[in-house]
């Protein structure tokens, strides 16, 4: 059974930087992709970064702040979000994919004070 386990999410300071982090395990295939979401209260889960054979992409409201990166022998995620935002704070939910089969992580909370 595959299981994605998040850590590193927290609070921090408008401006400040977090690295959240997602471990895979249960397979030995590699995810055909990996990402991570967001939800924020009243808000719907959207797409932050995610990270397929093709690059990274990133939502355009994270883009040049925040950074995936993937570690295919390890089957871990990590995103680098830095010049954090009050409008950041939402549940960050690590995603992979594996022949057409989403997985989800638990969630991390991430809350950016101003």
């Known amino acids: 059974q595959v299981q994605l386990v998040e850590s590193g999410g927290g609070l921090v300071q408008a401006g400040g930087s977090l690295r959240l982090s997602c471990a895979a395990s249960?397979?030995?295939?590699?995810?055909?992709?990996m990402g991570w979401h967001r939800q924020a209260p009243g808000k719907e889960r959207e797409l932050v970064a995610i990270?397929?054979?093709?690059?990274?992409e990133y939502a355009d409201s994270v883009k040049g702040r925040f950074t995936i990166s993937r570690d295919n022998a390890k089957n871990t995620v990590h995103l680098q979000m830095n010049n954090l935002k009050p409008e950041d704070t939402a549940v960050y939910y690590c995603?992979?994919?594996?022949?057409?089969?989403?997985?989800w992580g638990q969630g991390t909370q991430v809350t950016v004070s101003s």
């Open positions: 995603n992979a994919v594996l022949f057409l089969s989403d997985f």
């Open positions: 249960g397979t030995v295939f590699s995810f055909s992709a």
């Open positions: 990270t397929r054979d093709g690059g990274p």
